[in-house]
């Protein structure tokens, strides 16, 4: 399946079914498995042989899609978690503990700034912040002793930035510790941070991924090519006995290929349990089917939709990474040739008071905590999804109070742009 191209992926990789099996992936709506002895079922407690036995550690249509994600982003091992949120969690938790340190860029989704800023700081994780544009140098300077891994998106929700992955994946091998890049929004049909250095891929399958709005859900993909053992004493939980597992060293017994989501799935999915139902397994693959055919269009959209706008005379700026205007056009050019995605954000002249009033009067639009769906969506963050920030966090997030955030769905563009031309005249 590796030698396919990624649209062959999107429709056939994951599952392969053999003589007699159903073409479409079953959902195994089951707890529980069965087994003649006891000895079969110890050995799969001890990971000594591999196969289901509790739907919260694992479960064969979750692991059939997850094996499609790992296809796409073109890493060795992935797992499905119920939720972007659980998957984040899950990818940084594995490496990290009371203790650590971690190095995020600044332009990141709101719920994952609060993870790491607020929650993970209560189980004694700290964190520092980086520019998302961030030099070597500026980079080099925030690590330290305890510094185990470093984060950032590769277009940032909701601030559109553009990671230098290249450039992250450089600084953060040269201190020995994983690049973690959530790719969520270019999906893996519009870039594969592996490519680029990145070790570990988190996603939101909620968005592009399923792209109808109809499941939340999460991934975790692993290049498989972080040599935890060359970097034994910072990560001892993959280098040394898992003493709540028989004493196993993940690293050892299932190498740079396996070790990381082996060690997610029996540990943080075992005590934690955000598992992804397998119903909503089977949604993300219906998605995963179409995505190579909807991100185009996606693009198409938001790029037709971003050239309009920034003609408008009410908007003070346009952030998206097709506009040869934009900060990050070039960068994108390199990471993302076939377009990034289809948000497009603008600031609006009046700040939230003008935000609002605009986002009133659009007919097709709708407000929505969402993104990636088939139906064209806005959202003002500074009123919704980053409240919790005060007007400093918001600058430094990207995020100004008149911004507005534009999902761009499959509609057609004409429609969207006629939506947008009676908005603004209503100002
Ligand atoms: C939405 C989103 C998340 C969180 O995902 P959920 O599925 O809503 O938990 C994380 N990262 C990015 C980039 C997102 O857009």
Redesign the pocket.
């Known amino acids: 399946m590796n030698d396919y191209k990624i649209n062959t992926k999107c429709i056939q990789a994951g599952y392969v079914p053999g003589n007699g099996d159903p073409r479409q992936v079953p959902i195994i709506q089951s707890t529980t498995f069965k087994y003649d002895t006891s000895e079969d079922m110890g050995k799969l407690f001890d990971l000594e042989a591999s196969g289901y036995f509790y739907t919260r550690l694992q479960n064969p249509t979750n692991d059939y899609v997850a094996a499609k994600i790992a296809a796409l982003e073109g890493g060795t091992a992935a797992m499905l978690t119920s ?3 659980a998957a ?1 969690f899950f990818a940084l938790f594995n490496i990290c503990e009371c203790g650590s340190h971690i190095i995020s860029s600044s332009s990141i ?1 709101g ?2 700034f609060n993870l790491i800023s607020v929650t993970m700081a209560k189980m004694g994780i700290e964190v520092t912040f980086v520019s998302p544009d961030a030099t070597e140098e500026e980079l080099n300077a925030a690590f330290r002793e305890n510094t185990k891994c470093v984060f950032g ?1 590769t277009i940032a ?1 909701p601030a559109l930035t553009v990671l230098d992955i290249e450039k992250f994946a450089k600084v953060a091998h040269e201190h020995g510790v994983p690049l973690i890049v ?1 790719n ?2 270019p999906t893996p049909v519009n870039c594969r941070p592996i490519e680029w250095g990145a070790d570990i891929v988190t996603h ?1 399958t ?2 592009y991924m399923d792209g109808h709005g109809v499941a ?3 991934a975790i993909v692993d290049a498989g090519k972080f040599d935890w053992m060359a970097h034994a004493d910072k990560f001892p939980g993959l280098t040394t006995p898992d003493e709540s597992y028989h004493g196993i060293v993940y690293a050892e017994k299932f190498g740079k290929e396996g070790a990381f989501i082996t060690k997610a799935t029996s540990q943080l999915m075992r005590d934690f349990g955000s598992i992804q139902s397998p119903q909503n397994a089977f949604y993300l693959n219906l998605g995963l089917e179409s995505l190579h055919v909807r991100m185009p269009r996606h693009v198409e959209n938001a790029q037709a939709v971003a050239e309009f706008l920034e003609k408008q005379p009410q908007v003070k700026h346009v952030s998206y990474s097709g506009l040869p205007s934009d900060k990050y056009y070039e960068i994108a050019k390199k990471y993302m040739p076939n377009g990034g995605c289809g948000v497009v954000s603008f600031e609006i002249e009046g700040g939230r008071a003008a935000a609002e009033k605009f986002m009133k009067a659009l007919k097709l639009m709708s407000i929505e905590t969402h ?1 990636a769906d088939a139906r064209t969506c806005c959202l003002n963050p500074a009123t919704s999804t980053h409240r919790q920030m005060n007007e400093e966090q918001l600058i430094a997030a990207g995020v100004p109070a008149g911004l507005i955030r534009v999902s761009c769905g499959l509609e057609d563009k004409e429609d969207l742009i006629a939506d947008l031309a009676q908005a603004f005249a209503t100002l």
């Open positions: 939720s972007g949120q984040n989704y719920g994952t998106e929700n959530d969520t929004f939101s909620t968005k939340v859900g999460g993104v």
